[in-house]
Each structure stands twice: as structure tokens, then as C-alpha cells.
């Protein structure tokens, strides 16, 4: 993860020159913390089902490997069922300092990890501060390496450069979203996806900090704000090395029991191949196979219409499921989501380019274009 900088003029690591003090290309999602009662599930789904390494800490703690970091999911003993925590992974102590005077500047309250925190979580230091949906975030620049090779069913996930993969999120305010990642990382918008589900429009961002396509995404109803997840994750995505690891994967799911969310199939707009498992927590996990890497010299964000090109059919939900589902969102519309409004600022609209119907996709937006908030 190695950048350059001139003096007063920061370069990216593509040679192309960015604002200075951009952090952008120097933030990777490093790990993530979920909260679970059911940690035995959750063991054969990390290992027998996803193929990753496990280290059992004590009977309240396990952790995932997927590299040589020594965590890249901590798994504690609590009742949220949840993904409670986004750890990342700063470049070095210049990125971390500018990353923490952002947040202090605006007034933000930030904690030091203990060394219990940092040592279960494989950090040498961490800083934790408040993130939107009540999601806590955590930097760090040094995580502790393990030197035994991960004992895993799959032959390699790629992690590196891009970070260990993404997180979705579902918001009934994407514009705060985008501001809080803008404010804090100089997250970029890659693209958006249109999808109508069930005469529901849905909207998606895409933001990314580093070359992966996106690191973080905000999903969202247009006109009323509607929150359909009970989880504050909707899905977090990994990226495996090779198609017979995504297969593998796929396999051991359904043999084992664990339910398919959406079956193999290909997004619009990184062109990754993968499915979607439900994890034993309720929300989803994503196995995916060769997605682009994001070209800053020529990359333009776009909208595409539908997240697949082809497949990502849904399995097995039932009329129940959807009732449940519109239920809760009955229930966001009460519910008041949580911005950290200091980062957020007045947030970060949509604006997208009026397209032909034809044409299937907008262009990149651009002063004078139609917002769609
Ligand atoms: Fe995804």
C-alpha cells in the first residue's frame, strides 16, 4: 500500500494528482466486528461453508482469517446479531492524523481502544468514533500479521490494495451517507444502480476509498424513505481468488443449510460474479469473482438500470418473508436514523443526467442535471 506524495501536492498511487490532504487511495476496510449469539453457526459458516480460517479466542470470542492479517472478522458474544463495527485500515500516521483532526474538527467525540480492543481485534492501536446507522467506526495503520498460512477450503481471497471487500447498507438518508464518507475518507462515487423491486424504486451508491469499486454502499427507497432491513448490514461482500472458490463456496452452502439469498449471478456495474448466502445473523453475505478495478484516469460514474446483467435470482422467499420485510419498513418511517450530522454535513446529493429510455444507462452527473435526491 505504498503512495507517494510531493510536498503540497499529494499524487495517487496512478500518478494522477488529487486535492491536497486527500486520503483518498489510502483507506482500505480492514475488519469487521458482528455481535452474535450463535457462535456455532456462524463457525460453520465461516469455516466449513465460506472456507475461511478460525481461531477460537475463548468460547465468547471467534475470529475469521482470510490472509495474513491475524483478524478480519471478530465475532463477540451479544444479542444484536449485527455487523456493530467497521474497522479501517489507514496507510500510514500522516493519512491517520488527517483522517482523526477531521473528526475532532468537527466536534466529534473519538476513543482510544483498549489494548483488549486492539489485541482481539489484531491492531497494534486503534480509535474508535461514532458512524451512521450506530454502526461504531474504527482506524487503525498497523494490523498484527500471523505468519502461518490460513488453513482454508478456498484458495485465496483478494484483500490487499482494495480492502477485504464491502459493506451495503440500507439508509433512509443516502445524501448523509455519502457526506459522513465524504467527510472522512474523500469517498468517491463510482456509480449508481436503478432497480425496481415489487413497483419499488430502489437506488444505490457506490462509493470507493481505494481502487476496489466500492468499499461502502447506500441503498435507498425514492420518494417515501422506507428501511426494509432489520439489520443495519444488509449484505458485506468478500472476494475470492479464483471461480472455483465462488462455486466451492456455493456448494458447501446449500449442503450444509445455510439459505441462498440470491442465486450466482452478474452485477451491472463492477461485472463481479457472485451470490448471496444468509448468514446465521439474518443478514447476507456475498461471495464474489472478479470485479473490475476502478481506472481514475477513465473511470466516469454512470446509472445503470437492475443490479445484474444476469442471474442473482431471489431463492426461496416467501409472501411472509415480504410482509415482514414491509412491516419494518412501516417502522423506519418512525424511526430516526442516525447521521453523526458534524460528518455528514447537509449531505451529498444524487444527480444524474436525464437519459432516453433506450439508452439504458445516464452519463456521469454534472452541474445542471436532474436531482433526484
Ligand atoms: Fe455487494
Known amino acids: 500500500?505504498?503512495?507517494t506524495s510531493l510536498p503540497g501536492h499529494d499524487v495517487e498511487p496512478d500518478g494522477l494528482p488529487t486535492p491536497p490532504a486527500s486520503v483518498f487511495g489510502r483507506v482500505h476496510l480492514g475488519y469487521l466486528v458482528i455481535e452474535t449469539q450463535r457462535m456455532t453457526d456462524w463457525r460453520r459458516f465461516g469455516v466449513d461453508a465460506v472456507g475461511m480460517h478460525a481461531d477460537e479466542l475463548d468460547r465468547d470470542t471467534l475470529r475469521f482469517r482470510?490472509?495474513?492479517?491475524?483478524?478480519?472478522?471478530?465475532?463477540?458474544?451479544?444479542p444484536a446479531e449485527d455487523v456493530t463495527t467497521i474497522g479501517w485500515q489507514l496507510d500510514d500516521h500522516d493519512t491517520f492524523d488527517r483522517v482523526i483532526d477531521r473528526v475532532r474538527g468537527a466536534g466529534v467525540p473519538t476513543a482510544e481502544g483498549t489494548a483488549e480492543q486492539a489485541a482481539r481485534r489484531g491492531v497494534e492501536r486503534l480509535l474508535r468514533f461514532p458512524g451512521p446507522k450506530g454502526i461504531t467506526q474504527e482506524v487503525f495503520?498497523?494490523?498484527?500479521?500471523?505468519?502461518a498460512p490460513p488453513v482454508m477450503r478456498t484458495s485465496r481471497f483478494v484483500t490487499g490494495e482494495g480492502g477485504m471487500g464491502h459493506v451495503a447498507l440500507t439508509s433512509t438518508?443516502?445524501?448523509?451517507?455519502?457526506?459522513?464518507?465524504d467527510t472522512l475518507f474523500d469517498a468517491r462515487l463510482s456509480d449508481y444502480i436503478d432497480e425496481t423491486i415489487s413497483?419499488?424504486?430502489l437506488k444505490i451508491r457506490f462509493l470507493r476509498v481505494n481502487e476496489r469499486h466500492h468499499s461502502i454502499a447506500v441503498a435507498s427507497t425514492q420518494g417515501v424513505r422506507l428501511d426494509p432491513i432489520r439489520t443495519r448490514v444488509q449484505h458485506l461482500n468478500v472476494q475470492v481468488a479464483e471461480l472455483d472458490d465462488m462455486v466451492g463456496a456455493y456448494q458447501r452452502i446449500k449442503e450444509l443449510g445455510f439459505g441462498v439469498a440470491l442465486a450466482v449471478g452478474q452485477h451491472t456495474n463492477d461485472r463481479e460474479l457472485s451470490f448471496?448466502?444468509?448468514t446465521p445473523s439474518g443478514f447476507e453475505w456475498e461471495v464474489g469473482w472478479n470485479p473490475l478495478v476502478v481506472d481514475e484516469k477513465t473511470w466516469e460514474p454512470v446509472t445503470h438500470r437492475g443490479i445484474s446483467v444476469w442471474g442473482h435470482t431471489p431463492v426461496g422467499q416467501t409472501v411472509i418473508d415480504k410482509l415482514n420485510q414491509f412491516r419494518l419498513g412501516l417502522g423506519s418511517l418512525i424511526r430516526e436514523e442516525e447521521v453523526v450530522l458534524p460528518l455528514a454535513g447537509a449531505g451529498i446529493e444524487d444527480y444524474v443526467r436525464e437519459v432516453a429510455p433506450s439508452a439504458g444507462r445516464a452519463q456521469p452527473g454534472r452541474p445542471g442535471f436532474t436531482g433526484l435526491g
Open 1 to 3: 500500500m505504498s503512495t
Open 66 to 78: 482470510m490472509d495474513e492479517h491475524a483478524c478480519r472478522f471478530l465475532l463477540e458474544r451479544g
Open 141 to 147: 495503520t498497523r494490523p498484527v500479521l500471523d505468519e
Open 173 to 181: 438518508n443516502p445524501a448523509g451517507l455519502r457526506g459522513y464518507y
Open 199 to 201: 413497483g419499488v424504486i
Open 276 to 278: 448471496y448466502a444468509q
